[in-house]
Structures are given as structure tokens and as C-alpha cells.
């Protein structure tokens, strides 16, 4: 069973430009997430999609991140314009379904912003 | 949100030691989780604890949740290098639409030197 992917998995850009990562859940799960990990903390949700509506984007930063999850198979973070805060290491993960234990995670995309 | 203490930060150990590493709350979980993080990957789940008081063992690794949920460990006996990673404790807390997120602590940085 192939797992999470993610791409790319590194980018480097200069604050104020935008960028756009991309992920395709493993086949079948209907709960796409996705996560921001600050270096030296646990990895904090942005977005949860069930299928391809939005179930929590309460920690979204709204003004300049945006998902979605057009077909509810796979999905594009978009940061814009991006701030040097925003430098973190985006992970994607999916679920059978919301209310399901486990979560599979892909590699991440690594971000710097300069 | 569940604020979730992890102990130590860091932790750098040589090949055939024993260690252990905590995850503290003052609020009572009804269930938890134990990830490890390798470097450049996602999260992979070890192990779910649901009842207090419960002890399960994968391999060299040793999961106890507390008596009262509030608390947890895990015990790695014999460590080898390739238990080197991060290691991340999660609750699962309901979000606003009838789902779940997972909320991570900060993590225990493991380094485990042949």
C-alpha cells in the first residue's frame, strides 16, 4: 500500500513570495490533514478536510494560508506571501475517516523562508 | 487544548542503555498516543493507550499510562542507534465539526551513539 506523498520536499523562497505544497493521501482515506512543525515542537494542526469539505481550519492563519481539497482525493497548502515565521516543516496526514485512531503521516515538505 | 509536557528535551545516549521518557498533563486524557519522528519523515504511530494503568510492550519498548490518564512512558531497554529519533506524545481532542484533532507535545529529541 503506497503511503502519504508529499511534494516538494524542500523549498526555499524570500519572505513576501508564495508557495504551494502539494499532497496525495493514501487511497480510500477520507480525512485529509494538514500540520505545521516548528523546529523543536510537535506538529500543530492547520487544516482537517473530510472528503473535500473543511471539518477545522480554526488554526489556519486565514490572511495568508489557504487549502483545499477540490475532488476530496488530493490537496494544495498555499502560503501567501510568506513571513521568515512561516519557516517549519509542512506534514500531511490522512484517515480512514475523522473520527478514526490513526493518522499516516507523509515525509513533510521542509520550508525556508529568507 | 490539552497542554502536554514531555521529558527530557533532549536525551543523548549510548547503544545498550536504558532510558525512559515522560509525557505530563494536569488534564485526563481518555486515550493517548506514542509517535516517533525520524529525521526527514513524518510521525509513525507506536502504540494507543486507552485504560489507566496500562502496560504494553512493542519489542525493546515499554508504553505505561498512568492510574489517573493524566500521564504516560515510555521505557526503551537496551537502546540501539536506530531508536534514534523523535519521540512525540498525542491526544486526540474534539474539534469544532464532529471530529477529532490530534494535539502533540513538544517532543523528546533521542540520539543513540553505536
Known amino acids: 500500500e503506497a503511503g502519504v506523498a508529499q511534494s516538494p520536499r524542500y523549498k526555499i523562497i524570500e519572505k513576501r513570495q508564495s508557495v504551494a505544497f502539494w499532497c496525495n493521501p493514501i487511497s480510500g482515506h477520507a480525512t485529509l490533514y494538514w500540520y505545521q512543525q516548528i523546529l523543536g515542537q510537535g506538529p500543530k494542526l492547520l487544516i482537517q478536510f473530510q472528503n473535500n469539505g473543511v471539518v477545522d481550519d480554526s488554526q489556519l492563519p486565514k490572511d495568508r494560508f489557504s487549502a483545499e481539497r477540490l475532488k476530496g482525493v488530493d490537496s494544495t497548502l498555499k502560503i501567501q506571501p510568506a513571513k521568515l515565521e512561516d519557516s517549519a516543516v509542512y506534514l500531511c496526514?490522512?484517515?480512514?475517516?475523522?473520527?478514526?485512531?490513526?493518522?499516516?503521516f507523509g515525509p513533510g515538505t521542509r520550508l525556508t523562508v529568507t | 487544548t490539552q497542554l502536554l509536557e514531555q521529558s527530557p528535551q533532549f536525551l543523548s545516549i549510548q547503544e545498550g542503555e536504558n532510558l525512559t521518557v515522560y509525557c505530563n498533563s494536569s488534564s485526563v486524557f481518555s486515550s493517548l498516543q506514542w509517535y516517533r519522528q525520524e529525521p526527514g519523515e513524518g510521525p509513525v504511530l507506536l502504540v494507543t493507550v486507552v485504560t489507566g494503568g496500562e502496560v504494553k510492550k512493542l519489542k525493546r519498548l515499554t508504553f505505561q499510562f498512568g492510574d489517573a490518564r493524566k500521564d504516560s512512558s515510555l521505557h526503551i531497554t537496551a537502546a540501539q542507534p536506530g531508536d534514534t529519533g523523535l519521540y512525540l506524545c498525542?491526544?486526540?481532542?474534539?474539534?469544532?465539526?464532529?471530529?477529532?484533532?490530534?494535539?502533540f507535545g513538544k517532543g523528546t529529541s533521542l540520539l543513540v551513539t553505536p
Open positions: 496526514a490522512s484517515s480512514l475517516g475523522r473520527i478514526t485512531y490513526e493518522q499516516y
Open positions: 498525542a491526544v486526540r481532542e474534539p474539534n469544532s465539526n464532529s471530529g477529532y484533532a490530534l494535539n
